[in-house]
T-cell receptor, first 113, second 115 residues
């Protein structure tokens, strides 16, 4: 069964802290994505990666960075967390060549105090 | 640019009643269209997708959607709603040769089911 896991379901951090959100997929997918979900705004793409060590900015990359050292793992990094980064973060993956649907993890609800 | 509009932020229906959730898209070519559902505290689950062919597509949990190119719409329907259908529903378009392997999501519609 297809599986995308995220390291934490809930996370509380302080302003200025460095935050790591981890995502792992077991489907050997080339593409991985990080989204931010806010009420009334739907899902907005932060960054995506189509291969190891490759990354591309999405629609709202400011304040975030990513790392993909292994094919199955895609990390989202908040270098210095701010209160306006309080949100739900969703990771997804899919196969590069089939234009298939994206498979989502359960999400991490991050609160920055 | 691609965009997706879900005009209804909230919809409330009675259990057993029919349901239609609206989705309109703006896209330069033949779109790939998706409906996802998100139960409270969960990630997104794919309900159905349209790539080509028959414009009426069947999905899981008794849902169906119809692609209407002339109206740029991909509305989701269910003939009889169950209380467990209460969730948030997202329409999405893409990916494409033009924009690569990205999905563009609508803002979502929250479905409430009253008994």
């Amino acid at each position: 069964d297809v599986k995308v896991t995220q390291s934490s379901r809930y996370l509380v951090k302080r302003t200025g802290e460095k935050v790591f959100l981890e995502c792992v997929q077991d489907m050997d997918h080339e593409n991985m994505f990080w989204y931010r979900q806010d009420p009334g705004l739907g899902l907005r793409l932060i960054y995506f990666s189509y291969d190891v060590k490759m990354k591309e900015k999405g629609d709202i990359p400011e304040g975030y960075s990513v790392s993909r050292e292994k094919k199955e793992r895609f990390s989202l990094i908040l270098e210095s967390a701010s209160t306006n980064q309080t949100s739900m973060y969703l990771c997804a993956s899919n196969d590069r060549y089939s234009y298939n649907e994206q498979f989502f993890g359960p999400g991490t609800r991050l609160t920055v105090l | 640019a691609q965009s997706v509009t879900q005009p209804d932020i909230h919809i409330t229906v009675s259990e057993g009643a029919s349901l239609e959730l609206r989705c309109n898209y703006s896209y330069g070519a033949t779109p790939y269209l998706f409906w996802y559902v998100q139960s409270p505290g969960q990630g997104l689950q794919l309900l159905l997708k349209y790539f080509s062919g028959d414009t009426l597509v069947q999905g899981i949990k008794g849902f169906e959607a119809e692609f209407k190119r002339s109206q740029s719409s991909f509305n989701l329907r269910k003939p009889s709603v169950h209380w467990s259908d209460a969730a948030e529903y997202f329409c999405a378009v893409g990916p494409s040769m033009e924009y690569g392997n990205k999905l563009v999501f609508g803002a979502g519609t929250i479905l409430r089911v009253k008994s």
